[in-house]
């Protein structure tokens, strides 16, 4: 008796010893995914950017509506020519590991995104020429060309800024020991398990930092990572499954909130990459298949009316949407009497799509849409890369992708439409297309860049290179604990200034 | 000792294989890394870097090289050493397989034993059944309908999903009970069916004729005569059964989004991460070829009849 | 002959008749799915997506609205078309690679078997993932998966009886007698070989039924829109608390025909064998 009594009274003091004195808060936030490496350089995964979010500051950052305001970078200003931007620097801030940030830590940092070999962000900032140090609180960024979405890229990876003395000392492995100037420090990552960050406290802006740690917790299985937010096991979870909504609505202690994706889903058809474009090279072809298609219907059936049907390279609520040629109704005599002008009464094309949920289901909606105004459309399913890999080879007739859009404008359609394009795997190619979107990139006035974009915007669906047709909206899951939450379009959770 | 010779060359093919595997797997992984831009630079970057320009035979000597020396090089989509990976994923899936064994034998050996008792009768016949029932079952179905009945409608046990023992044990058993109830069922099935043949021929052997003839006890004969040398079958093929569970949990942990290293191939097939597929491929098949040792071993030591000879 | 009297032992166990009559249920259904399917199996019905149970649809109906007991009987197909091809494959490489084997000896024989032994010791399903990766997502390359996965078993059974058999004292005066190499074979070897292929091939066909229900569950067996038991179940899992009727019967379908084909496989392997009970 008096054993067990003594064994209870010890066990439970160890127990009270191992609970901190005063509760620290830790916010848990559930991952659809396992991040690639924390290096902003190579990481290329969608999911890796809500940890470096918490983690790594960065030059710029967007607004929900998507301006671009000051971060690590206090002040920006464009050349008279747009051929270089000078940027002011903010003073005083510190990396995790104590070291200094200033205009010799950014040169480092963006000529190690130039110069890493297989770095991702090589291709974004590309065009930056030299970094000159003006002072010691100011950057100069020469560019090859004028190029005003530079700075939209540096409110992503390419503007986030690591410890120049970490980068040196871990070299390639610098990602599994990240050491950068955001909210929260690194502390551990155990691989598909979870990572650790805790708060910096010498942050330059720690007066809108309330929590103490934050942990995001990898869970690939959309009923496990809701069951987990349920239990209170994780407080946030990202990217929630429309399917997945009802539960956490009819749940008094959780809420959600969305916002429209700045990407799109779509399906390229070639139009004229190698033989396999014969199929669709009639552009009346393409456009009947375009009106065949009841995206409203769609939306409404397979996601439950949580996307958003649209037809343009940016969401029906973005400020560069055409008003002008918004989503059309289904209109199959329409579609009927172009394939009848076209001459194929039947036309038949293969389609392919990785063996992923939301475009399987859509695709053999679609197909049954097309057969209804006598277009035969087969699916055939392939592995995500082997597809990509097809449709640079023009081995294709037709594939269903989707992008995941950029803050500005011009990284959803500048490579995806212009002749020589990276993502044009169409093959599209229309000089006045390409003379539109290229003056766009040099003209810093936003209504001025607006009007080239309708214009452009009326080219792509007169030619239809590829049919955009719904966009998500990112819905991010959250205990009603969590104050001080607003989404962004581009998914990412800002842990700053969240509080329970 | 002549099965220990002939684990090397074994090995050496399994290892040929397993690079070819990765030959095999379609897409390349320079491109599956270059993300959605696919610049073509940093493709190029990407297969320099990993030797992926360089012709196939150069790249194996490269790759057994390293393994001889126990590295298997980084997670191309993680950059954490792969033996790292190994290292962290392995408690998990041997918890996974121990418990499932656990229950498999727990259910498995009474149930063999019983119905080789009843050898014959309503017992017998609804215990094969049954235990044909657990080989029959796909296991990935279970691990739904386990999920409906006890996550979804009951609210009893979370859906999936892992907790370290070590970080909170008892979230820990509620998030390894029911893949370890899926698991175990088929191996279960297995176990009983073995046992009950085992029981079955030593319940024939001479020596329990002897005991009846003494007239000691039935329930002596069974539990102390027979079912010590029934044991012997049951627990070498036990040592196999554990190997396979090992590497044989695959889609049971994709279902209940267990991180051990059955995911750790999936994930890695299907993000083209080949020094992951390798690595796990392999190890798998050396725990399995060394379970099967063991079992060997086992066999040879506690059985006299072997030993003699 | 013995062939007869195993056959009488075989029909007179009940389980064995009902489990035979169960498997004839499956094929007749798959090969009567046109008359028997109430709907078109593929086409999407956007008026009723993920409908419980009705007098109409008596098993409710799918993510894009399709019937789900028309995909049930359709998907027989392919689960039967799984369970057979991949083990005839197998059978139809092993027992000329097996007879080769067996009777060359030598370098031949122990670079075979130690193939054999290497593909043994990586587990089924994880050859058989990784086949089907490599071949890209089809149900034929599935099944060729599985029959390539499936094969260094048969191929191990067949040398083992060739070995067994090829010292036994009829064959060997077979020879004496100056039979060919090949006559012998075919004459005193094949038909030993049947009895353990053919248990060996009923265990084999359940296990690749599975086997397609998985890789059709992982995306990598058969393809939209047509149905696959492995297929709907992986469509289910996504609507597990919405709709559960759609993960419920075609997992049972798979149950009951591997079910059923085992318990042929143990009555076969009890009636064939004379060692077993």
């Known amino acids: 008796m008096n054993v067990t009594r003594i064994l209870t009274a010890l066990l439970a003091s160890l127990l009270l010893a191992a609970t901190p004195a005063h509760a620290e808060s830790v916010l848990r936030i559930g991952l659809n995914d396992d991040p690639d490496a924390l290096d902003p350089t190579i990481s290329r995964a969608y999911v890796g950017r809500l940890v470096f ?112 003395k970490a980068a040196k000392e871990l070299g390639d492995r610098f990602g599994t020991r990240p050491v ?16 650790v960050l805790q708060r910096f ?88 298949i375009d009106a065949a298609i009841d ?148 003209v810093a006035d936003p209504a001025q860049r607006k009007q080239l974009y309708d214009k452009a915007t009326e080219l792509l669906l007169r030619d239809v290179p590829a049919i955009h047709l719904w966009h998500r909206r990112v819905f991010t899951g959250l205990s009603a604990r969590v104050q001080g939450f607003t989404p962004h379009p581009d998914g990412i959770i800002r842990v700053k200034g969240l509080k329970f | 000792m002549r099965r220990l010779a002939v684990l090397v060359p074994t090995l050496a093919i399994v290892s040929v294989l397993i690079f070819s595997l990765q030959k095999l797997l379609p897409g390349d992984a320079a ?51 792969v033996a790292d990976l190994i290292v962290s994923k392995l408690p998990v899936t041997v918890e996974l397989a121990a418990c499932s064994m656990l229950i498999a034998l727990a259910i498995g050996v009474p149930a063999g034993v019983l119905s080789a008792t009843r050898q014959g009768r309503p017992l017998d016949v609804a215990a094969n059944f049954v235990a044909l029932s657990g080989l029959s079952v796909p296991h990935f179905w279970l691990g739904i309908m386990l999920i409906l009945l006890f996550a979804v409608q009951l609210g009893w046990l979370p859906a999936s999903g892992y907790v370290a023992p070590w970080d909170d044990w008892r979230r820990n058993l509620t998030t390894i009970l029911l893949p370890s109830v899926v698991l175990g069922t088929g191996v279960a099935g297995v176990m009983m069916r073995h046992a009950r043949s085992a029981m079955l021929q030593t319940l024939r052997a001479d020596y329990v004729r002897t005991a009846r003839a003494k007239s000691v006890p039935e329930s002596r004969v069974v539990l102390k005569h027979a079912l010590r040398n029934a044991l012997i ?39 083209r991460d080949y020094a992951v597929v390798q690595a796990v491929v392999l190890v798998s098949a050396i725990f399995y070829l060394l379970l099967n040792l063991l079992a060997d071993i086992l066999y040879f030591v506690v059985d006299p009849r072997l030993r003699g000879s | 002959m013995t062939d007869a009297r195993a056959l009488r032992k075989l029909v007179r166990r009940p389980m064995v008749l009902a489990a035979a009559t169960v498997v004839a249920g499956f094929v007749l259904v798959a090969l009567a799915a046109p008359q028997l399917a109430p709907f078109d199996p593929v086409a999407p019905n956007l008026l009723s997506m993920r409908k419980p149970p009705s007098a109409v649809h008596r098993l409710g109906t799918d993510e894009v609205g399709r019937d789900v007991l028309s995909r049930l009987i359709w998907g027989a197909r392919a689960s039967l078309l799984a369970g057979v091809i991949p083990v005839t494959l197998a059978v139809a490489l092993s027992v000329p690679l097996g007879l080769l084997s067996g009777y060359a000896g030598g370098w031949l024989d122990s670079v075979i078997m130690r193939v054999t032994d290497a593909m043994l010791s990586i587990p089924f399903l994880i050859v058989a993932i990784a086949l089907a990766a490599f071949l890209g997502p089809s149900l034929r390359n599935a099944m060729l998966a599985i029959g390539i996965a499936a094969l260094p078993t048969f191929l191990r059974l067949a040398r083992g009886t060739v070995l067994a058999i090829k010292t036994e004292d009829y064959v060997e005066a077979a020879r004496a007698l100056g039979c060919s190499r090949p006559r012998v074979a075919g004459r005193h070897i094949l038909p030993n070989m049947l009895a353990p292929l053919l248990v060996q091939s009923s265990i084999t066909v359940a296990a690749a039924i599975i086997a397609e229900a998985s890789l059709s569950f992982l995306g990598l067996g058969q393809q939209p829109p047509a149905p696959s038991w492995g297929s709907m179940l992986n469509a289910a899992q996504r609507y597990l608390s919405q709709a559960p009727w759609m993960a419920l019967y075609p997992g049972l379908a798979i149950f009951c025909i591997v079910m059923a084909v085992n318990v042929l496989g143990d009555g076969l392997r009890d009636a064939l064998d004379p060692r077993q009970q």
């Open chain 1, 180 to 195: 950068c100037a955001g909210p929260f420090k690194f502390v551990e990552r155990v691989a598909q398990g979870k990572i």
């Open chain 2, 233 to 271: 079958p049951v627990v070498t093929l036990g040592a196999i059964e554990f190997g396979r569970l090992l590497s044989g949990a695959v889609l049971t942990e994709q279902i209940f989004a267990i991180p051990g290293f059955g995911k750790l191939l999936v994930d890695g097939v299907f993000n």
């Open chain 1, 53 to 164: 979010a918490a983690l790594c500051d960065k030059l710029f950052d967007v607004t929900p509506d998507l301006k671009i305001v000051p971060q690590l970078a206090t002040g920006y200003e464009w050349a008279a020519d747009n051929r270089a931007v000078t940027l002011r620097l903010r003073p005083n801030v510190k990396f995790h590991d104590g070291e200094p940030f200033n205009a010799e830590a950014v040169r480092f940092n963006i000529e190690r995104h130039l110069t890493t070999p297989g770095s991702f962000r090589k291709s974004e900032i590309g065009e930056i020429k030299s970094v000159d140090v003006v002072n010691d609180l100011t950057v100069r960024l020469n560019l090859s060309q004028p190029l005003v979405p530079l700075l939209a890229a540096l409110t992503d990876r390419a503007g986030m800024m690591i410890s120049p």
């Open chain 1, 295 to 442: 995206r409203e219907a769609l939306v409404k059936s397979v996601f439950n009316d949580e996307y958003i049907a649209g037809n343009q390279f940016v969401s029906p609520s973005s400020a560069y949407y055409n008003k002008k040629l918004p989503v059309k109704p289904r209109d199959v005599a329409r579609a009927r009497q172009l394939l009848k002008d076209a001459g194929q009464a039947n036309p038949s094309f293969t389609l392919i799509l990785p063996p992923e949920r939301d475009r399987q289901e859509a695709a053999q909606v679609i197909q049954a849409m097309l057969a209804e105004a006598g277009i035969t459309m087969q699916l055939q399913s392939q592995e995500n890369v082997t597809m990509l890999e097809a449709g640079k080879r023009g081995d294709f007739e037709a594939y269903f992708t989707f992008w995941s859009g950029r803050p500005d404008p011009d990284g959803n359609i500048f490579t995806h439409y212009t002749c020589k394009g990276a993502q044009n795997d169409s093959h599209y190619c229309n000089a006045e297309f390409d003379a539109l979107v290229t003056k766009a990139r040099q």
């Open chain 2, 31 to 81: 491109t599956a890394l270059a993300g959605e831009e696919g610049d073509p630079a940093v493709v190029a970057a990407i297969r320099a870097k990993y030797f992926l320009d360089r012709p196939v035979a150069v790249q194996y000597g490269l790759w057994l090289g390293r393994v001889l020396r126990g590295d298997f090089g980084d997670s191309l989509r993680s950059r954490i050493p």
């Open chain 1, 201 to 288: 406290a010498e942050y330059w802006d720690k007066g809108n930092v309330h929590l103490d740690r934050v942990e995001f917790v990898p869970i690939t299985d959309s009923t496990a990572r809701l069951a987990s937010l349920r239990s209170g096991d994780l407080q946030m979870i990202e990217r929630v499954s429309p399917t997945d909504l009802a539960q956490i609505r009819g749940d008094s202690k959780l809420k959600v909130v969305g916002v429209p994706e700045l990407g799109f889903q779509v399906i390229r058809l070639n139009v004229a990459n190698g033989p396999r474009s014969k199929a669709l090279a009639d552009v009346r072809v393409r456009q009947a």
